[in-house]
């Protein structure tokens, strides 16, 4: 049901900020797929290129997460904060692997082969689950760093590297036109 209502909510912003000519749901990008099934949410189509976007997000993982940020710590003897602090960290670290996990899933969708760009945007539901993906620091505030392929990088970082693009409600709009822009003005090159 919640990834239901992610999907909606995109779907919902694409019909309000975009021509229906713009955009398709459900879609998939690999032209030598067998099957229909496995699509993007939405692929936003810009003539030649498409750009891929999903809403996969990894909810149960931040959920853990921000409840322990949230908890209570009044009465708590210095031992148990440290604890509480332990658990902090190796939950947020648990939520960064997620996040790379579901880019994974993502990333699949990436096909310039197919007329994809050579990215594609993650649609993250919730400002401050977005805010989680990009920010330098975590709760603790140490860096949202994570070790991946043998380097250390930040989140956001890992992701970039990846073809993925994390936006929100709040930036996913400016983020199409930007991408649209940068696609027109490609195309006038090209035509030059």
């Given at each position: 049901?919640?990834?239901?209502?992610?999907?909606?909510?995109?779907?919902?912003?694409?019909?309000?900020?975009?021509?229906?000519?713009?955009?398709?749901?459900?879609?998939?990008?690999?032209?030598?797929?067998?099957?229909?099934?496995?699509?993007?949410?939405?692929?936003?189509?810009?003539?030649?290129?498409?750009?891929?976007?999903?809403?996969?997000?990894?909810?149960?993982?931040?959920?853990?997460?921000?409840?322990?940020?949230?908890?209570?710590?009044n009465g708590k003897n210095e031992s148990e904060l440290k604890h509480h602090r332990?658990?902090?960290?190796?939950?947020?670290?648990?939520?960064?692997?997620?996040?790379?996990?579901?880019?994974?899933?993502?990333?699949?969708?990436i096909k310039p082969s197919s007329g994809t760009t050579d990215f594609a945007l993650?649609?993250?539901?919730?400002?401050?689950?977005?805010?989680?993906?990009?920010?330098?620091?975590?709760?603790?505030?140490?860096?949202?760093?994570?070790?991946?392929?043998?380097?250390?990088?930040?989140?956001?970082?890992?992701?970039?590297?990846?073809?993925?693009?994390?936006?929100?409600?709040?930036?996913?709009?400016?983020?199409?036109?930007?991408?649209?822009?940068?696609?027109?003005?490609?195309?006038?090159?090209?035509?030059?």
């Open positions: 049901l919640r990834g239901d209502v992610a999907e909606k909510l995109l779907e919902d912003m694409c019909k309000d900020f975009l021509p229906d000519s713009a955009w398709e749901r459900q879609r998939v990008t690999d032209d030598g797929a067998a099957s229909q099934q496995g699509g993007v949410d939405v692929l936003l189509k810009t003539g030649k290129l498409s750009v891929p976007v999903d809403s996969k997000f990894p909810r149960e993982a931040w959920k853990r997460y921000v409840n322990l940020t949230e908890a209570s710590l332990t658990a902090i960290k190796r939950e947020f670290e648990g939520f960064q692997k997620a996040v790379l996990t579901k880019a994974d899933e993502i990333q699949k969708h993650m649609f993250i539901p919730t400002e401050a689950m977005y805010y989680s993906v990009i920010s330098d620091k975590n709760a603790l505030n140490e860096e949202n760093k994570i070790t991946r392929k043998a380097k250390e990088q930040y989140l956001l970082d890992a992701m970039l590297a990846e073809g993925v693009i994390p936006v929100s409600p709040s930036t996913f709009y400016p983020f199409v036109q930007v991408i649209m822009i940068g696609i027109k003005n490609m195309q006038v090159v090209e035509n030059l």
